[in-house]
């Protein structure tokens, strides 16, 4: 029997991540530049049950027995067995890899999680619908991220455009114009979960001055929405800018973030912010068509470890 292969692409916030956290709106997009992917084999002449799993990213190689019931590969698979109702697996071997870089603000775990959800799903025969992998996935960032909005595991299972509030029914995003983002990474690595208790810590000290910030950057995603449903993409460059002073507003930016966005901007982006929870990881920059390489180019001249394009388009088919 073949492998059952499952794919789930990396994210990227746009707009409002942490103020996402305290139930205001976030504008989300699926990045297929990197993905996750799950394949399952068949092992039909190993004993019923036998569940082997190897992750080469996080050097893992072990059965779901020896997993810690905590960890999230061992919460997604229980999380598909629930849902089926069932208390053993037949046998087979599950391969993940990614090319996600870990802890930088990309939805590498929620992307790991939809993928493996998804293949073991269809491996049992019953493919589960984007609802039931989209609950699986929260369960594990539930378990990384103490108090995660849900965005990343929504926007990653439905790989589409989103503007999300937690508290709200899901709303795709209907992107009128093509535009062109230049993706760039610090390197340097920092998990979500640490940043979201860093803020939770100092909202709680000033609960008046973070709910003003957070209110400032639910305008700014109400503005970006607006742009990329009905007005030109070319806004969005300012909308990029506030947002990331508010992101330093709120202590997650750094040095390093500052002087990515910085250097995208001297060399010609119309706007440029953090992407994720910060302290590390990404940033994203709006770019022109005529000036991609320029900017491609100064970003790496600045220290990013890599860089990526996307261009995000009118709906597509998701990627799977
Ligand atoms: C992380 O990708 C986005 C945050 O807003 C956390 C969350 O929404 O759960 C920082």
Redesign the pocket.
């Known amino acids: 029997m073949p492998a059952i292969t499952s794919f789930a692409p990396a994210?990227l916030?746009l707009f409002?991540?942490?103020?996402?956290?305290y139930d205001r709106p976030?504008i989300?997009i699926p990045f297929t530049g990197v993905h996750a992917r799950a394949a399952i084999f068949a092992m039909p002449v190993a004993p019923s049950g036998q569940v082997q799993i190897d992750a080469q990213a996080v050097q893992m190689d072990k059965t779901l027995d020896q997993l810690d019931p905590d960890d999230p590969i061992a919460i997604t698979i229980h999380g598909v067995m629930d849902k089926f109702g069932i208390s053993s697996l037949p046998a087979m071997h599950i391969r993940l890899t990614s090319t996600i870089p870990i802890a930088a603000?990309?939805?590498s775990s929620a992307a790991v999680s939809v993928a493996l959800a998804r293949a073991l799903s269809t491996f049992l025969g019953h493919p589960l619908p984007d609802a039931d992998i989209n609950d699986i996935a929260f369960k594990v960032?539930q378990q990384l991220?103490f108090?995660?909005?849900?965005?990343?595991n929504t926007v990653i299972t439905y790989a589409r455009p989103v503007y999300f509030v937690?508290s709200q029914p899901l709303e795709f995003l209907h992107v009128r114009q093509p535009f062109d983002l230049i993706i760039a990474d610090s390197g340097i690595s920092a998990a979500?979960g640490p940043?979201?208790s860093g803020?939770r810590e100092r909202f709680n000290a000033d609960p008046a001055r973070y709910n003003a910030l957070f209110d400032k950057i639910s305008s700014i995603v109400l503005l970006a929405r607006d742009c990329i449903e009905h007005g030109s993409a070319v806004d969005l460059g300012p909308l990029l800018i506030e947002n990331h002073a508010l992101l330093k507003g709120i202590g997650?930016s750094t040095p390093e973030l500052d002087i990515l966005v910085e250097a995208a901007m001297t060399a010609g982006a119309l706007g440029a912010k953090l992407?994720?929870?910060?302290g590390g990881g990404n940033i994203i920059a709006l770019a022109p068509e005529d000036r991609m390489e320029n900017i491609q180019n100064a970003l790496l001249a600045a220290g990013a470890h890599q860089v990526w394009t996307a261009k995000v388009l009118p709906p597509q088919e998701p990627f799977r």
């Open positions: 994210k916030i409002g991540e942490h103020s996402v956290v976030a989300a603000g990309m939805g960032e991220h108090t995660p909005s849900g965005v990343d937690r979500t940043m979201v803020v997650v992407t994720g929870g910060g």
